[in-house]
């Protein structure tokens, strides 16, 4: 058995090669899966869970098949699709955790992130996303029609990806000592987060111990998957 880990698929109806492949990958390898992890960003954008759209439907039916065929299936939420609620899980029978969750991977305390917290340079950002996780504002939002939520992310959408051409690398990217500070707060040594995009592994001491950060890898052209093996390996594979 294995443990998969997947972030940052941006599944929108415009990208119908990324969903054939999510779709194929939830029908194939990660059925026969111990559990499988989607650390946030799953959509390009959730508007709501009254999205009545033949690729919102879609997508929550696989996911439901193949939870009630016994695979565990956990969410994260990230900077996309953070207004996944109830009748999304329940819809589904995903399983959401809180935004920081350890887990025993194989014997290893492992924390899960999103990962965008980490990334306390980019300041524009974390005041942005303390206004939209105001619950009142949530409310707000979600008071509003299917086509105005949708206009207004689409201006939203459109604004990130101006942020995101003039911010320098090193604003969109963690940092390290917030990463240090996170581990150190819950007494762990392995790290798997997503956001970034920059697939890697990286190793550095903590409390003169050895520490792994595991970034997730996007979806954006092809599929990626994070595989922990039950001997305490991994390895990042690609789908096609």
Same mark, same amino acid.
């Given at each position: ?44 954008? #959730? ?171 996007? #979806? ?21």
């Amino acid at each position: 058995m294995t443990t998969l880990f997947i972030s940052d698929l941006h599944l929108d109806e415009n990208t119908p090669h990324i969903t054939s492949i999510f779709l194929e990958f939830l029908k194939n390898q990660a059925l026969y899966a111990e559990a499988l992890y989607i650390l946030g960003d799953f959509f390009e954008f #959730w508007v709501g869970d009254d999205d009545p759209s033949a690729f919102a439907t879609t997508i929550k039916q696989a996911l439901y098949e193949v939870t009630q065929q016994g695979l565990p299936i956990y969410f994260l939420h990230g900077n996309r699709d953070f207004l996944l609620k109830k009748h999304f899980f329940r819809a589904t029978g995903c399983k959401l955790l809180p935004e920081e969750t350890i887990i025993n991977l194989y014997g290893i305390p492992t924390l899960l992130m999103h990962g965008d917290t980490l990334c306390i340079e980019d300041l524009a950002y974390m005041k942005a996303r303390k206004y939209v996780r105001n619950p009142l504002v949530q409310m707000l939002f979600l008071l509003k029609s299917l086509k105005k939520r949708q206009a207004i992310v689409a201006g939203y959408r459109n604004a990130s990806k101006a942020h995101t051409q003039m911010a320098s690398d090193t604003i969109m990217d963690v940092t390290q000592s917030e990463v240090e500070r996170i581990m150190l707060k819950h007494n762990i040594q392995h790290l798997i987060h997503g956001h970034t995009h920059r697939q890697a592994e990286h190793h550095f001491k903590l409390k003169h111990l050895p520490a792994t950060r595991t970034v997730l890898g996007a #979806w954006h052209e092809k599929g990626n998957v994070l595989v922990c093996h039950p001997n305490g390996s991994q390895e990042f594979v690609d789908l096609y």
